[in-house]
């Protein structure tokens, strides 16, 4: 079993940064992949970033050059530094742990932290 608290979202001006945290409880956080993801009022959900128990990353076209995503396994958590915010980025954010076999129902989620970036 894992429990996921995202923190670290809030109002931000275009331009400007923030990074967002997510405290993982079980010792299985380490061994499964990881990730971002956000929804947009009326949008769907769409993965941001996600990143192995090995630390091979891969990024959403949209957060290439301005997101990254990083774990720190003895803290069980998971980062996400977002840098040039622009408006478009607002949502609330998601923190994902995948199933082992990456069974999307199996998946684990936190209860998301909102990030809006005003212009």
């Known amino acids: 079993q894992v429990q996921l608290v995202e923190s670290g979202g809030g109002l931000v001006q275009s331009g400007g940064s923030l990074r967002l945290s997510c405290a993982a409880s079980?010792?299985?956080?380490?061994?499964?992949?990881s990730g971002w993801y956000r929804q947009a009022p009326g949008k769907q959900r769409e993965l941001v970033a996600r990143?192995?128990?090995?630390?091979?990353?891969n990024y959403a076209d949209s957060a290439k050059g301005r997101f990254t995503i990083s774990r720190d396994n003895a803290k069980n958590t998971m980062y996400l530094q977002m840098n040039s915010l622009k408006p478009e980025d607002t949502a609330v954010y998601y923190c994902?742990?995948?199933?082992?076999?990456?069974?999307?129902?199996?998946?684990?989620w936190g209860q998301g932290t909102q990030v809006t970036v005003s212009s």
């Open positions: 079980g010792s299985s956080f380490r061994s499964r992949a």
């Open positions: 994902n742990a995948e199933d082992f076999w990456n069974r999307p129902e199996y998946a684990y």
């Open positions: 990143i192995t128990p090995g630390g091979f990353t």
